[in-house]
């Protein structure tokens, strides 16, 4: 057998081994069953490292000081610090819902993090009813009387950037075959529920938000990339669980593969772009929670750092962000493609 041919089969056996973990562990868009949590913390499902790798077929491995716990497989890399929210998978920042948590001397994750973050992107093919990909909405963040954004000194408005990136972006992906419809294509006020709506509207299978950055600091640069927050965990940004934590929106359904499309989009822009890799992250934004496709959120970088600032306002830059975006939608689409046709 020739090494490609070895691989292929090597594939081949792992996919029908995994297939049947999915079908046994498949459990649709409601959440996640508990019966899957070996101990509670912190009034939390959690699971064991050990028997999650088991569930992958992956290798685990826990340090001497028991402060870090490594799944790996050939191509595969999964980093989990304890008390800590940030994974690294292959070196790329991923933020779980809860920390993982020393217990008795076994590292734990949480069970929605599991099945939440940890399956879509290491074993989308478990999930049933794979998305096609065809029509793709992009929506540029503000617009209208919404400016978003300002950096007074380069005169440059965040509602002008994400428009402009918006039709690079539809260009380049027209470019790949597909079907693509801007949420506006003028400067004009967008409420942010009918976002979403316009969307459903055109039954898109992507919806890509397209956003830059502010803050106080001058310091802070870099990417991320957002999608939905999954029911049952905070989102990035807090780490208490409130009320609405609890409840269940329409774009909770698309879970698996918002996940994966928003990872693979981040992490080609930080291939591509460089610079700091701010991570992918979840927040529960206005303009998806009524999202019926994947979909996912892009803050491409901070008006406010001067050197960043003065990138995104260059042509080339944006060429550049509106490739990766790209290139990262076809590796989503290739996955797609791969899990539907065996
Ligand atoms: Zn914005």
Known sequence: ?????????????????????????????SDPPLASADVTLFKTPYINLGKVSGQLGMKY?????????ILSSRWTKVRFKKDSRLLLLNNYKVYLGYAVALYRGKLYISTYDYHKTIKPLLTPQVFTSVPK???IVIDPGHGGKNPGCINKNLGMIEKDMTLDLAKRLKRLLESRGYRVFLTRDSDRTVENQNRALFANHVKAD????????????????GIETYTFTPQNQPSTARSRLIEEDRKLFPANRDNPWS??????????????????????KR?????????QCPGFLVEGGFFSHYEEGR??????????????????IVTYHKTLNRIANP
């Open 1 to 29: 057998m020739d090494t490609t041919f070895r691989q292929l089969v090597m594939l081949r056996s792992w996919f029908l081994i995994l297939t049947l973990i999915g079908l046994s562990a498949s459990q649709g868009w």
């Open 61 to 69: 491995q826990l340090s001497k000081d028991m402060k870090e716990g």
């Open 133 to 135: 990909l065809k029509t």
């Open 206 to 221: 992507l919806f890509v938000c397209l956003h830059f950055n502010s803050v106080e600091s001058r310091s802070v640069k």
């Open 259 to 280: 996940t994966l499309a928003g990872f693979y989009v981040q992490r080609q822009l930080i291939k591509t772009m460089g610079g700091v890799d701010r991570g992918f």
């Open 283 to 291: 927040a529960r934004f206005s303009m998806m929670i009524d999202l």
């Open 311 to 328: 990138k995104i306002k260059t042509i080339n830059h944006r060429v550049r962000l509106s490739e990766a975006i790209t290139n990262g």
